[in-house]
């Protein structure tokens, strides 16, 4: 074979609850995932030695991504290789579609893609129940972007399972040139409730009856986000954004993750556009669905 590319999606949180801090420094968490229609995909080549390259999509800025040993999506490649006892260096491509350090899992989504590419360019015939081990030791929302659709997610994030979903959402998605660290929300999440009891995560049951009836409507009614009054506390600009999509009509408002990334849900693609007519002078503005497959190869 002689290449392999694999597509991997965006995540966003529909439900973030978190938990007080664990003796390891993660948070429990008991968060809905869903898969939203922005992409990177990688491109795995056999090569002579371990490399990777990284071309942006316009308006995606790729300043941030390292690239060298330290890039998760090599790191995944290598993990594969030491996990399989393979010694075939590839060269690793990015094209990306995700913004960067914006709560959307962009570079989960690299190191899920580069490891299903990997995985199939060396014919490894690896159950997907390994593959989704070895993703979860890279980072807390890897595993979820081999699965996509929409999933639960346990442990520190790690742990998925996939939710029954019949629906179809429209979000508007905000981004911004800055990002905002996850470490930091997580620190200033504990500062916020360093008085309080914190009580472990659940995914409210209303939530899985939403996405079960696949309404909009319903769903608009229990998103949620433990971490954003950390992260508001670290951008306090962002409350205004998330403010202005309401009063466009959004049907909902919230960050993505840690964020800065805003999420707005529309009931379709044209009340999608009209809420982000409204947005524009804050950030960049996408247009994006959910929910879409996980990791796939092309
Ligand atoms: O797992 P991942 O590498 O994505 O986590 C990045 C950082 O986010 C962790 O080092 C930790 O500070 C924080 N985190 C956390 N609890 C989680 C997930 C992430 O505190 N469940």
Redesign the pocket.
């Known amino acids: 074979m002689r290449e392999v590319s694999v597509r991997a999606p965006a995540k966003i949180n529909l439900h973030l609850g ?1 938990g007080p ?2 003796p390891d ?5 008991a968060t809905a995932y869903q898969a939203i229609s922005l992409f990177s995909t990688v491109t795995a080549r056999p090569n002579a030695q371990w490399e990777i390259t990284c071309e942006t999509r316009p308006g995606i800025d790729g300043g941030g991504v390292p690239l060298g040993a330290s890039n998760l999506a090599l790191r995944a490649a290598r993990l594969l290789a030491d996990h399989a006892g393979v010694d075939r260096p590839v060269s690793l491509h990015i094209d990306k579609g995700i913004p960067v350090a914006g709560g959307l ?1 962009g570079g ?1 989504a690299d190191a899920a893609a580069a490891l299903r590419a990997c995985a199939a360019l060396w014919e490894l015939g690896l159950p997907d129940a390994e593959l989704l081990t070895l993703a979860g030791r ?5 595993p979820f972007a081999l699965v996509g659709g929409s999933a639960a997610g346990l ?4 742990l998925v399972e996939p939710l029954a979903d019949n629906g179809r959402y429209d979000w508007v998605v905000l981004t911004f040139d800055e990002g905002l660290s ?2 930091a ?3 200033e999440f504990d500062a916020l409730h360093a008085e309080a009891v914190v009580p472990e995560p659940e995914i409210p049951s209303a939530l899985l009856d939403a996405l079960a009836a696949g309404s909009a409507t319903a769903l608009a009614r229990v998103v949620g986000n433990d971490l954003q009054a950390a992260s508001l506390r670290l951008r306090p600009a962002l409350a205004e954004p998330l403010a202005a999509g309401v009063e466009r009509g959004a049907l909902a408002a919230l960050l993505s993750g ?1 964020g800065p990334t805003c999420l707005f849900l529309c009931s379709d693609s044209d009340h999608a556009e009209s809420v982000a007519a409204g947005l524009t002078t804050y950030g960049r503005v996408l247009h994006a669905h959910g929910p879409v497959t996980g990791a796939t190869i092309l």
């Open positions: 978190v801090v664990r420094g993660f948070h429990p968490l899992a989960s890279l980072g807390s929302d890897v442990g520190r994030g790690e996850t470490p929300a997580y620190r840690s």
